[in-house]
């Protein structure tokens, strides 16, 4: 099970922060990251780390998005700086364990021009 919190609104410029949360059985070897879902739009993967090291981030929010995470306690974060308006979507946390993807309830994320 995932639990997504930290959505919002802030106005461009400014930052919020996602967390996620991961509970049950978790394999020590997995990936966490966040994807993102605009209306009318695909989704979209916004960032990923995985246990045993890469990170990963689309090149829409590179040096602007963080993300980072907690292993012991299978928790990820998406720091979200310089946020645009562009940026407004649900986003949704993403748990993927030998190949079987694992969705949390989105978190609505607005951003104010």
């Known amino acids: 099970q995932l639990q997504a919190s930290g959505g919002g609104w802030a106005q461009a410029g400014g930052s919020l922060r996602l967390s996620c949360a991961a509970s049950g059985v978790i394999f020590s070897r997995n990936t966490m990251g966040w994807y993102r879902q605009a209306p009318g739009k695909q989704r979209e993967r916004v960032a990923r780390?995985?246990?045993?090291?890469?990170?990963t981030y689309a090149d829409s929010v590179k040096g602007r998005f963080t993300i980072s995470r907690e292993k012991a306690q299978n928790l990820v974060y998406l720091q979200m700086n310089s946020l645009k308006p562009e940026d407004t979507a649900v986003y949704l946390c993403?748990?993927?364990?030998?190949?079987?993807?694992?969705w949390g309830k989105g978190t609505q994320v607005t951003v104010s021009s």
């Open positions: 993403n748990l993927n364990v030998q190949g079987m993807d694992y």
């Open positions: 780390t995985s246990t045993w090291g890469p990170t």
